[in-house]
């Protein structure tokens, strides 16, 4: 004998989405690190991005029109994290441009243990866009209509 499951009725999307806890957890993750991603990392390479290229020698490798491209990207990513319909989508995207800085550190630059900062946050963001992926579907649906 099977007894009707009322929890059953409900989308798939209720189930996708964070307790409150845990709601509250990534929002201070994401404030924290969208602010840090603005004011700290891409802000400086929009700003003052001769400063950048002068005073650090790994960013001398890198040309300077690609610098002010991830300048603006970690900016969009930042603001990004903050808009609740485009978390996930930009918590993927600064997941992986942190994996590549990884990446930049450790065979551009030539200093692998620089690279493990990088590959920490890729890993946060990685779970963030996991658990805000419900907001991707909900995205995807509005665009659609």
């Known amino acids: 004998m099977t007894t009707a499951n009322p929890s059953a009725n409900f989308s798939a999307d209720v189930t996708d989405r964070p307790g409150k806890i845990r709601n509250r957890v990534l929002w201070a993750l994401q404030i924290l690190l969208g602010l840090f991603f603005i004011i700290a990392s891409g802000g400086p390479k929009l700003v003052i991005p001769n400063t950048l290229t002068d005073n650090a020698s790994e960013n001398l490798a890198i040309p300077f029109g690609l610098l002010i491209f991830i300048g603006v990207v970690e900016v969009a990513g930042g603001i990004g994290l903050m808009v ?44 963030i866009a ?11 649906n509005m665009l659609s209509r």
Request: proline fraction near 5%; charged fraction near 15%.
């Open 130 to 140: 996991y658990e805000r992926r419900a907001t991707i579907t909900d995205l995807r």
């Open 84 to 127: 609740p319909r485009l978390s996930a989508l930009a918590a993927a995207g600064l997941s992986v441009l942190t994996v590549l800085a990884a990446g930049t550190q450790a065979f551009i630059a030539d200093k692998p243990s620089m690279g493990i900062f990088p590959l920490v946050l890729a890993a946060i963001f990685a779970w």
